[in-house]
């Protein structure tokens, strides 16, 4: 549910932002079923396996076009309608992991969390009876939170994250590198992943950008947390990323956001991770 980011970052997408829509128009949205589930996959740089997908929201509206998230997602959660919209997702996200699970498929599936979802624990036992309803093991979902969402971690939230875990599901830092999460919130959060902002490989040659993927790369492996780099817009930038021994990439230049049927498709031509 990201707003911006390399996912979904093109400059020919760029516009003019638009007013938010109208509560009734986004519950209208809601109640049809407007809002859809497309997937972006994050695979091993070196072999191209896909080793998980990540849900991103697109509204479908019927005319105006597909809508990124920066044209209504401020919307959704100024009207409080973030939780609704997420359910759906889920929803949607499981239902395609159970058709690629009859195909004999199995990836991760991520899906993006606003930090004030979680401070109230309701949402967790939503998950967790979505992941019973459809018969997956928590292990089949990560859930990224945004660093800067981070700073408060008041102790719900951190409540509500252990649970999470211990339901087995991962828990990843996105956009890292462009808040201000410590040393001593790493440590102590019980995150299993790490996605570095797609800004910092955009411009590799740049000593301080290098220094930046080198010492993330080091500090995740201290942890035992693996890291994603987002933003893979080119060769250049995947091969780059490889010789400073990152593994796994998510970008452009590997595979745009789809919708679930293009998703599936896509799937038959790659090598997913079985």
């Not at 997908?53 to 697109?58: M, N």
């Not at 991760?108 to 309803?133: C, E, K, P």
Request: with cysteine; aromatic share 6%; glycine share 10%.
């Amino acid at each position: 549910m990201k707003s911006r980011g390399p996912e979904n970052y093109d400059p020919a997408l760029s516009q003019v932002i638009r007013p938010l829509p109208s509560e009734n128009e986004v519950r209208h949205g809601l109640a049809l079923g407007e809002f859809r589930a497309w997937y972006q996959p994050q695979l091993h740089l070196r072999s191209g396996a896909v080793v998980a997908v990540e849900a991103l929201v697109r509204w479908e509206h019927p005319a105006r076009g597909v809508l990124l998230p920066v044209d209504f997602l401020g919307a959704v959660l100024a009207y409080d309608l973030i939780d609704q919209m997420f359910k759906q997702l889920l929803e949607q996200g499981l239902s395609l992991l159970g058709v690629l699970r009859q195909q004999g498929v199995n990836l991760t599936l991520a899906f993006n969390l606003h930090a004030s979802q979680l401070v109230d624990g309701r949402l967790v036992d939503h998950i967790r009876y979505a992941l019973d309803g459809h018969g997956f093991k928590g292990s089949t979902l990560t859930f990224e939170l945004a660093e800067n969402g981070l700073l408060l971690c008041a102790p719900s939230l951190r409540h509500s994250l252990l649970r999470l875990r211990l339901l087995g599901c991962g828990l990843a830092i996105d956009d890292f590198g462009v808040g201000f999460t410590s040393l001593k919130s790493l440590c102590e959060m019980p995150f299993t992943q790490v996605k570095l902002d797609g800004r910092f490989v955009r411009r590799l040659a740049r000593p301080n950008h290098r220094a930046m993927v080198a010492a993330t790369q080091a500090l995740v492996q201290s942890l035992s947390m693996s890291l994603v780099i987002e933003g893979i817009s080119s060769l250049r930038v995947r091969n780059s990323v490889l010789q400073l021994g990152c593994v796994t990439g998510q970008g452009f230049f590997l595979a745009r956001p789809m919708n679930g049927r293009d998703l599936l498709q896509w799937l038959g031509t790659a090598q997913p991770a079985k």
